[in-house]
């Protein structure tokens, strides 16, 4: 079955130290591959989305995520975390052609000042 | 554009109590979707349907059922609450284009606990 793996459960950095968040998916078809953010006490927003082209994909708030294919792999990076990054960042896996998103379990980022 | 509301924000049921979780849209999308949010499990599909008229199972359908009532809302009913149900409830919709897939956009979620 389709699956999504996000090994750092919970993360902790200070200010302007550089982040990487894991995300491996299990499925060996064409997929659609995105990061969702959570802030404390809001709703899923869309971090960023890669359909095909450049396996780089360039999100909102200056988050970048990396297509690495033969390693299933979807790593969510920023190369500065602010404060206000803090929240949990959720990566979601879908078939080419359907649109039911199987989320990972969930990072939790906490940035100190 | 109000987005994905959802209806109520919070709510404490007994074991055993009923409730209807509602949710809209405004978006004149196709698809929506429930899903639970449960801590160290991410977010997981309960029930989902594609247009107005049609429902499937997600992931995790049991002690739920659902109703697309129109195209703009989808509500999902606990007939029989147990405290496996204590949860955070999301609603999302999408333009719902298989062709190309579209963003899902979420409402603000309603934090049920039941005793």
């Known amino acids: 079955a389709q699956s999504v793996s996000q090994h750092n459960h919970h993360v902790i950095l200070s200010e302007a130290a550089s982040l990487e968040l894991g995300c491996n998916y299990s499925?060996?078809?064409?997929?659609?591959l995105f990061w969702y953010v959570q802030y404390p006490g809001q709703h899923l927003q869309l971090l960023l989305k890669?359909?095909?082209?450049?396996?780089l994909v360039k999100g909102i708030k200056g988050f970048e995520a990396e297509f690495i294919k033969s390693k299933f792999s979807f790593n969510l990076r920023k190369p500065s975390v602010q404060w206000s990054d803090t929240a949990e960042y959720f990566c979601?896996?879908?078939?080419?052609?359907?649109?039911?998103?199987?989320f990972g379990t969930g990072t939790r980022l906490q940035v100190f000042p | 554009n109000a987005g994905v509301t959802q209806t109520p924000k919070f709510q404490v049921l007994k074991t055993g109590q009923s409730m209807t979780l509602q949710c809209a849209q405004d978006?004149?999308?196709?698809?929506m979707y429930w899903y639970r949010q449960d801590p160290g499990m991410g977010l997981r599909l309960i029930y989902y349907?594609?247009?107005?008229?049609?429902?499937d199972k997600g992931e995790v359908p049991n002690g739920y059922n659902v109703s697309r009532l129109n195209k703009r809302e989808f509500s999902l009913r606990l007939e029989s609450a147990a405290p496996s149900q204590t949860s955070v409830y999301f609603c999302?919709?999408?333009?719902?284009?298989?062709?190309?897939?579209?963003?899902?956009?979420f409402g603000p979620g309603t934090r049920l606990t039941v005793l």
């Open positions: 978006m004149n999308h196709n698809s």
């Open positions: 890669y359909f095909s082209g450049d396996p």
């Open positions: 979601a896996v879908t078939l080419r052609g359907t649109d039911k998103l199987i």
């Open positions: 349907s594609a247009s107005e008229g049609t429902t």
């Open positions: 499925y060996g078809g064409t997929v659609n």
């Open positions: 999302a919709s999408s333009v719902g284009d298989r062709k190309n897939y579209n963003e899902q956009f």
